[in-house]
Antibody, heavy 120, light 107 residues
């Protein structure tokens, strides 16, 4: 069965970086893009970017362009999201999600979420 | 960026009711509209994609409609497990954006 399993919760100080892993199984990793979406407490979902693991191509939201890097390791069927220069407003649950590839950028499977807390 | 606006922000309903949630895009997005259900502490779950296509495994009591800028999600015969927050999401252009959510509560 399709699974996306994310790395554990992180606590970081302002200015630091965080790297979240998303290990996938149950499907061909390179046949589906992987997206990253975050949700701050009580807020709406916010799309950060995605990666096509087949060729390494990425696309980022302009809001995060300068601070986010999404990568993948096809040998480990794992995607990564690194966010730098963290500030308190980055405290959120970060999700990876699989693109169903139906052409509508719909996310049919999600990781369990990783809580990132930014606090001095 | 395309802004997605949902209404209402919350509603109270009883088991067996029919509820309708609306989502409006700030510009035409054709049928590039998806709906998700999220329960507290859980990841979102895809319900409807391409405005009206039911995701595999989702009960038939969920129905989506609309195109262009105005969309609806209707839940027929509301069940106890349907009490959750619902989000729309546009897949038309980057950045992909979500509505602010509609919380469906038990009356």
């Amino acid at each position: 069965q399709v699974q996306l399993v994310q790395s554990g919760a992180e606590v970081k100080k302002p200015g630091a970086s965080v790297k979240v892993a998303c290990k996938t199984s149950g499907y061909t990793f390179t046949s589906h893009a992987t997206h990253w979406v975050r949700q701050a407490p009580g807020q709406r979902l916010e799309w950060m970017g995605w990666i096509n693991a087949a060729n390494g191509n990425t696309k980022y939201s302009e809001k995060f362009q300068a601070r986010v890097t999404i990568t993948s390791d096809t040998s480990a069927n794992t995607a990564y999201m690194e966010l730098s220069s963290l500030r308190s407003e980055d405290t959120a649950v970060y999700y990876c999600a699989r693109d169903k590839e139906g052409g509508y950028k719909e996310f049919d499977y999600w990781g369990q979420g990783t809580l990132v807390t930014v606090s001095s | 960026d395309i802004q997605m606006t949902q209404s209402p922000s919350s509603l109270s309903a009883s088991v067996g009711d029919r509820v309708t949630i609306t989502c409006r895009a700030s510009q035409s997005i054709s049928s590039y509209l998806n709906w998700y259900q999220q329960k507290p502490g859980k990841a979102p779950k895809l319900l409807i994609y391409a405005a009206s296509s039911l995701q595999s495994g989702v009960p038939s009591g969920f129905s989506g409609g609309g195109s262009g800028t105005d969309f609806t999600l209707t839940i027929y015969n509301l069940q106890p497990e349907d009490f959750a927050t619902y989000y729309c999401q546009q897949g038309y252009s980057s950045p992909l954006t979500f509505g602010e959510g509609t919380r469906v509560e038990i009356k």
